[in-house]
């Protein structure tokens, strides 16, 4: 297979429950109205919608050899995602997202499970180097291959790739140096707001996103409902969110990232690139979780 772009990083699943009441009281059954078992993970979420968008996707993680892994694993091949480099291993179990979808707004509880395991030994470095691009999701929540990301990230450098990181949350908010270390390896950084003015380590976006591109050749900010704005160089480009009718945001920035990162590598130009990742991530919240809007392909 030729890969245009690598991605390594997390697999595991959302179970979404839809209709739940406002309070959850305890030793009491509440019931959901509807509920959804969908592919979740930023990285594996990233590779999914990038597939079905027609970009050649290769993905390297690690599973466990579980009814979890087999799905999530089999959405995958299903949006035609090279699957081939991802380990199973018996003794560890997939992770699982749920998130529980109440009026006064969302609770989400994760079991992280094989991604705190994955370790840069599950990595297929040689096949990652084959592609154009390398992606990864998700830092702070691999906790055995953290320490490495800042060597792989240059690695792939090395290797002629073009580089893109989604830090995501950190869930300590410490936003370490080592991601400092990393973000000199990363050509496309794509956090939203709070994201940004963390790994800046500052409050003001403006004075964020000044620092971030000081050495980061594109940096993207997401915006949710505003939209999406591109720093390159001196360069500054903004673009308006697309309008949907929206069923739950589960995976909108990474469908985000998806869609910028497709038409980046058609070498489209910025303003297309943020437009089209707007268009992408506002198809994935009219449908729940952050893939199912690409189940069978897309056509946008
Ligand atoms: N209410 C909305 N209406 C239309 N588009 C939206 C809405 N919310 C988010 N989006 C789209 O999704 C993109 C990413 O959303 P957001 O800024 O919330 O990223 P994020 O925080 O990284 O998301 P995630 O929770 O998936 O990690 C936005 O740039 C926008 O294009
Ligand atoms: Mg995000």
Known sequence: VTLEVAVAGELNLDLIL??????????REHLASDM??????????????LAALGTK??????????????LALARLQEAGVDVS????????????????????????LTYPGAMQAMSLADLDLDYLATARHFHLSSFFLHRA???HLS????????????????????????????????LRHVDVFLPNEREACRAAGVPDLEAA??????????????????????????????APAASAPVVDP?????????????????GADLRDCLAFANRVAAHSTTKPGGTEAFRGGCSL
């Open 18 to 27: 839809y209709g739940l009441p406002a309070s959850l009281q305890q030793e």
């Open 36 to 49: 959804v078992l969908t592919l979740g993970s930023s990285s594996a979420i990233v590779a999914h919608n």
């Open 57 to 70: 996707t290769g993905f390297c993680s690690l599973a466990g050899d579980d009814a979890f892994g087999r």
């Open 85 to 108: 480099r991802v380990r199973q291993r018996a003794e560890i179990a997939t992770g699982l997202t749920v998130i529980l979808q109440l009026p006064g707004g969302r609770r989400i």
């Open 145 to 147: 291959l953290r320490p």
């Open 151 to 182: 060597d792989l990230f240059r690695r792939m450098r090395a290797a002629g790739l073009t580089t893109s990181l989604d830090t995501n949350d950190d869930p300590e908010d410490r936003w370490g140096e080592d991601l400092a270390q990393t």
């Open 209 to 238: 996103v000044e620092r971030l591109a000081a050495y980061i050749p594109l940096v993207i900010v997401k915006r949710g409902p505003h939209g999406a704005l591109a720093r390159r160089g001196r360069e500054t480009v903004a």
């Open 250 to 266: 589960v995976g909108a920035g990474d469908s985000f990232n998806a869609g910028f990162l497709h038409r980046w590598l058609q």
